[in-house]
């Protein structure tokens, strides 16, 4: 993949864009727009100048205007704070799950020990389907069980984080903006 986008243009004239997507970029496109969207996302949170607007609406906008106590003023503004620190961890969830996918290696921390298979020929055969033959099987044969185990329940509890990171970059990517 190659991409170039250049910079906003001055009036009138249109932004250059030159993208080449390439066969094998698409052959795991979740893992290929990652390594973009993963930076994108770092230096979005580090720039940005303010929040989406759900984050930002706490009521009383106008309390200036309506001479409000000050009570009002303090709790709004504190109100205000608390938008932009929800904001903060919803797009920490988003550059969590966008790292875990670009890096593509914490399947591995559920794997302990190692494992010695050995295939050993079974007792069942097969027809080929295109030979009309039939053919051995094999079986996978574990030389020692009792040295490596797989968490399966960590793996999907982190599955079901990154899901939830990518389900927050769907309902706010319209929101990705600064």
Do not use: C
């Not at 080449?20 to 949170?45: C, E």
């Not at 309390?63 to 205000?80: G, K, M, P, V």
């Amino acid at each position: 993949m190659k991409i170039k986008i250049g910079n906003y243009p001055h009036k009138g004239n249109r932004r250059k864009i030159d993208i080449k997507i390439d066969r094998f970029d698409t052959w795991s496109l979740d893992h290929t727009l990652a390594l973009i969207i993963y930076p994108a996302l770092l230096q979005l949170k580090h720039e940005k100048q303010g929040v989406p607007n759900e984050f930002a609406t706490v009521g009383g906008e106008d309390y200036l205007d309506q001479l409000s106590f000050d009570f009002y003023i303090e709790t709004h503004n504190d109100a205000f704070e608390e938008g932009i620190k929800e904001w903060d961890v919803i797009l920490d969830k988003m550059i969590w799950s966008f790292y875990q996918i670009a890096h593509d290696d914490y399947n591995e921390l559920y794997h302990h020990g190692k494992p010695n298979y050995n295939f050993v020929k079974s007792d069942t055969t097969i027809t080929n389907p295109v030979t009309g033959k039939q053919e051995e099987t094999f079986e996978m044969e574990d030389k020692n069980p009792g040295e490596h185990w797989f968490d399966s329940e960590g793996l999907l509890l982190h599955e079901e984080r990154v899901q939830e990171g990518l389900a927050l970059f769907g309902k706010y990517f319209r929101s990705l903006w600064d």
